[in-house]
Antibody, heavy 118, light 110 residues
Framework: EVLLVESGGGLVQPGGSLRLSCAASGFNFRNSWMTWVRQTPGKGLEWVANMNPDGSGKYYLDSVKGRFTISRDNARNSVSLQMNSLRAEDTAVYYC???????????WGQGTLVTVSS | QSALTQPPSASGSPGQSVAISCIGTSSDLGASNLVSWYQQHPGKAPKLMIYEVTKRPSGVPDRFSGSKSGNTASLTVSGLQPEDEADYYC??????????FGGGTKLTVL
């Protein structure tokens, strides 16, 4: 069974930093693209970043470029999202997802809530 | 890039069919076959329902189908059932090593 478990969310002040982690199991992690998607409370989904299997390719939503960094540890089957210079508009539930066939996100974690507020 | 455009709501009675549209541009949805659809029930994570415009993952009922014409993709749910009531999101490759979601459509089964 594919399992994705996010952790690291919480309350942070504007300008602060937070690191999200996602532990993966049940599939060949080192061969999978991984993605972070966020959902503003009561609103829609927004693709944030993804990374190719060996970590050489990282892609970001324009509004998080230079502030967020996606990384992975294939030995530990985990992917992370380092979030710096956080803004109120970054407040959302952050989901970790596996990119399956043709870039579609076929498995999702349960999400972790990030709240940016003073 | 702007979000793909979906109607905020759609509805149908049990057994009926309903189609949800997703409008993009010639630079994103119109140029890509990497169009997917997700179902999300309240408080739950999204679930993949359609990928590559028309394909269904294993376990998704064949009542769900996808299509695309030009800059518009559609998700059709046939033979509506109460459990189909949920939010539905389209997603397309954005053409710049990114992905774009639609704003979501709340499907109500009357």
């Amino acid at each position: 069974e594919v399992l994705l478990v996010e952790s690291g969310g919480g309350l942070v002040q504007p300008g602060g930093s937070l690191r999200l982690s996602c532990a993966a199991s049940g599939f060949n992690f080192r061969n999978s693209w991984m993605t972070w998607v966020r959902q503003t409370p009561g609103k829609g989904l927004e693709w944030v970043a993804n990374m190719n299997p060996d970590g050489s390719g990282k892609y970001y939503l324009d509004s998080v470029k230079g502030r967020f960094t996606i990384s992975r540890d294939n030995a530990r089957n985990s992917v992370s999202l380092q979030m710096n210079s956080l803004r109120a508009e970054d407040t959302a539930v952050y989901y970790c997802a596996r990119d399956g066939v043709s870039g579609a996100r076929d498995h999702w974690g349960q999400g972790t809530l990030v709240t940016v507020s003073s | 890039q702007s979000a793909l455009t979906q109607p905020p709501s759609a509805s149908g009675s049990p057994g009926q069919s309903v189609a949800i549209s997703c409008i993009g541009t010639s630079s994103d949805l119109g140029a890509s076959n990497l169009v997917s659809w997700y179902q999300q029930h309240p408080g739950k994570a999204p679930k993949l329902m359609i990928y590559e415009v028309t394909k269904r993952p294993s376990g998704v009922p064949d009542r769900f189908s996808g299509s695309k014409s030009g800059n518009t993709a559609s998700l059709t749910v046939s033979g509506l059932q109460p459990e189909d009531e949920a939010d539905y999101y389209c997603c397309s490759h954005g053409g710049s090593d990114n992905y774009i979601f639609g704003g979501g459509t709340k499907l109500t089964v009357l």
